[in-house]
């Protein structure tokens, strides 16, 4: 019996190479020749302002969340199906998290109810685009400029995604991303803001090096570095970056892969009358074969697929659970949690299948055999 996980690191071959080469410069905290090299990539590809590696995904929204001015009882806007990173970087700096529900079709935030959650004291709205495909960008653009709010994408999934042509993360004025091992480039850990306000750029320096103009200072523009704002450690070693570099030079070959594979189980699982949803693709929207996802018709058959799906040696999984009903947010806020039913539909029903390089078609067949054999016998 064929033994297929969830997910496994793709190594292109030069990862060690260019590790070497990092220790040989003689630079390995940060901020050196592979970090550059990383920073030049993103910015040419897909005319980013501005990019900084951070140590996380988890850290840019952090960064994000100082730069905006983040202020206690600041209302920010988040999708309630998402990672807790989302709602903890502004929750860190007092803020009230205000949740939104999913769309009907997909996980990502429902731009059409965005606007009645707006008060005066909101801030901004994340936004995150849920496996790589697109949230309603105009729709949530709009609203945020008739409000004067700050607008976030969370494109942790979203590397070489895009929306009418554009890439995401390149719509709100920040948005952060994830070079996490589950990711379509990996760094074992990282992550990168990508500025697109140039009001940020110079600040955004300053807060990942410690609260200090050291940046400035190693580029000549003052005579010494002092401590100015707050801020943190957020940048990565070169040994994540020089990692990281080896991935983004076979990022077209990865991507090509990704998307054959996501489209072999789109096509292999679409079937007339299935019990199951697939993902909804809006219109003018890129997948970037992040992840692949079916949506079961209740939870206990989702429990039932994976319970399947494990004796055939697949390992199938679940994905986010709502944060307005975690143990955080309902002891802070006891009975006034939202109702919020389509993100509780998605965090009740929706499965992912395995999706990483090395998968075989042969593989993402087999799968789709036992998902439809498990169907065919209930």
Known sequence: MPTIPFNKPFLTGKETHYIEQAVALGQLSGDGEFTRRCHLFFEHRYRFNKVLLTTSCTD???????????????????????????????????????????????????AQQIEKLITPRTKAIVVVHYAGIACQMEQVMQVANKHNLFVIEDAAH????????????????????????????????????????????LRAEIIREKGTNRTSFFRGEVAKYEWVDIGSSFLPSELNAAFLFAQLEQLTQIQQKRIALWQRYYANLTLPDAPYRLPYLPNDTHCNGHLFYLVCPDNATRTRLIAHLQTKGIQAVFHYLPLHLSPYYSKQHGKLQPTLPNCERFAHCLLRLPLFYELSFEEVDYISEQVMAFFACR
């Open 158 to 201: 979203s590397i070489d995604s895009f929306y009418h042509r554009q890439p995401l993360g390149s719509f709100g004025h920040l948005a952060t991303f994830s070079f996490h091992e589950t990711k379509n480039v990996i760094a074992g850990e990282g992550g990168m803001l990508a500025i697109n306000d140039p009001q940020f750029n």
């Open 60 to 110: 840019a929204l952090e960064m994000s969340a100082i730069l905006i001015n983040t202020q206690p009882d600041d209302e920010i806007i988040v999708p309630s199906y998402t990672f807790v990173s989302c709602a903890n970087a502004f929750v860190l700096r007092g803020a009230k998290i205000v949740f939104a529900d999913s769309e009907m079709l997909t996980p990502n935030i429902d």
